[in-house]
Nanobody
Framework: QVQLVESGGGLVQAGGSLRLSCAASGSWFSSAGMGWYRQAPGKQRELVARITAGGTQTYADFVKGRFAISRDNVKNTVYLQMNGLKPEDTAVYYC?????WGRGTYWGQGTQVTVSS
């Protein structure tokens, strides 16, 4: 069973930092592509950052230079370090797993990030 549990969200002032964590269950983690998406009220869910099983990172243009995605295959956890937060970064952030060999895509329950101006 695939379980993804996000943590680390909260309220922060503009310019501040947060680190999101996504703890994953199962031995599938090390071979899966992992990502962070976000959804603001009234908007579509959008990609923030992804990291492949091999560690290649991809970022949305709006977070380049501010956010960093990383993974720990021993702890089965993927992280999103968010620096220089802006009010427009306010959203629910979701962890995403794309399992290898077409075994499906899974989502966490989301964690709220609110950035005050």
């Amino acid at each position: 069973q695939v379980q993804l549990v996000e943590s680390g969200g909260g309220l922060v002032q503009a310019g501040g930092s947060l680190r999101l964590s996504c703890a994953a269950s199962g031995s599938w983690f090390s071979s899966a592509g992992m990502g962070w998406y976000r959804q603001a009220p009234g908007k579509q869910r959008e990609l923030v950052a992804r990291i492949t099983a091999g560690g290649t990172q991809t970022y949305a243009d709006f977070v380049k230079g501010r956010f960093a995605i990383s993974r720990d295959n021993v702890k089965n956890t993927v992280y999103l370090q968010m620096n220089g937060l802006k009010p427009e970064d306010t959203a629910v952030y979701y962890c995403n797993a794309q399992l290898a060999w077409g075994r499906g895509t899974y989502w966490g329950q989301g964690t709220q990030v609110t950035v005050s101006s």
